[in-house]
């Protein structure tokens, strides 16, 4: 088992193959880690914007 994976390893496409995973993987990260800022900017903006018409309507 551990040769068959040492080969896959030696061949171009397998090498390929794992750079795209990584850049996949890394990719993800970035986006999971601008959607939670973002969604926690966002509820700052809503709960301001729910605080100034209640307000507003009292």
Request: hydrophobic share 55%.
């Amino acid at each position: 088992m551990k040769d068959r994976f040492l080969r896959f390893l030696r061949h171009e496409h397998a090498v390929s193959a794992i750079e795209y995973a990584l850049l996949g993987g890394l990719i993800a990260v970035v986006i999971v880690i601008a959607v939670t800022f973002a969604g926690a900017q966002l509820k700052v903006l809503f709960d301001n914007l729910a605080s100034q018409v209640s307000q507003a309507s009292s």
